[in-house]
């Protein structure tokens, strides 16, 4: 297994850094003061629409979204790509989670979330490692491959911008974080951080999430 390097994140106990960034399903601003004092906030920080794990993801926190709502946890997902081409995905693909458009990933990298180094030894381990992250494939396949063979079965044809944001993002890992009312993170979870390329793809599930949220009250 080929272990993923991390470079410094945020770590449970610290502040969150601050962000504002164009809302995509609707028009103005949304800002981590919007939620400072009025409650916790899962913000899901994701790679651009060319990513179908990320896809995938976002169409499974409107489901999420509805458990921690109970819980009086809002959530928020941070997609990487423009807004007008975040709009215009999620406008044939609704979905009931509130979006921001971070296309030069200013919040990813203020989070710490890593990017690592394209070395001949990941891409060949792209190559050897297997993986069905979302489930949805007939087998593992070799994660290099994976991505192709998502797009295919979700019909999707990524435009100009999200070619462009593939070159510049590869290979950036997503992550999520949990902040309380004040500001301050409580749980942190990194894409690759406990499994190496293994981990590549996956997102929580709603159990550990919703165990996340519940922790915020203990």
């Not at 050897?128 to 797009?151: F, I």
């Not at 993170?185 to 919703?210: M, Y």
Request: charged fraction near 25%; include cysteine.
């Amino acid at each position: 297994m080929v272990n993923v390097e991390l470079r410094p994140s945020v770590q449970p106990g610290e502040p969150a850094p601050d962000f504002t960034l164009p809302a995509v399903d609707r028009e103005g601003t949304v800002s981590l003061a919007d939620y400072r004092g009025r409650s916790p906030l899962l913000l899901a920080m994701f790679r651009g629409l060319w990513c179908p794990f990320c896809r995938r993801a976002i169409a499974q926190m409107g489901v999420t979204r509805q458990k921690l709502q109970v819980l009086d946890v809002e959530t928020l997902g941070v997609v990487a790509t423009t807004p007008e081409n975040a709009r215009l995905y999620f406008k044939y693909r609704p979905t009931r989670v509130p979006l921001a458009a971070d296309p030069e990933l200013i919040t990813h990298r203020s989070f710490g979330l890593p990017k690592p180094a394209v070395t001949p030894e990941l891409m060949q381990a792209l190559q050897s490692v297997r993986g069905n992250p979302t489930g949805e494939l007939p087998e593992p396949l070799p994660l290099a491959e994976v991505s192709k063979a998502l797009d295919r079965l979700h019909g999707f044809e990524p435009t100009e911008t999200d070619r462009q944001d593939a070159d510049r993002q590869f290979p950036q890992l997503k992550g999520q974080v949990l902040v309380d009312r004040d500001g301050i993170v409580r749980w942190v979870n990194i894409e690759c951080a406990k499994e190496g390329l293994a981990g590549l793809g996956k997102f929580p599930s709603d159990e550990d999430l919703v165990a996340a949220a519940r922790a915020l009250a203990t």
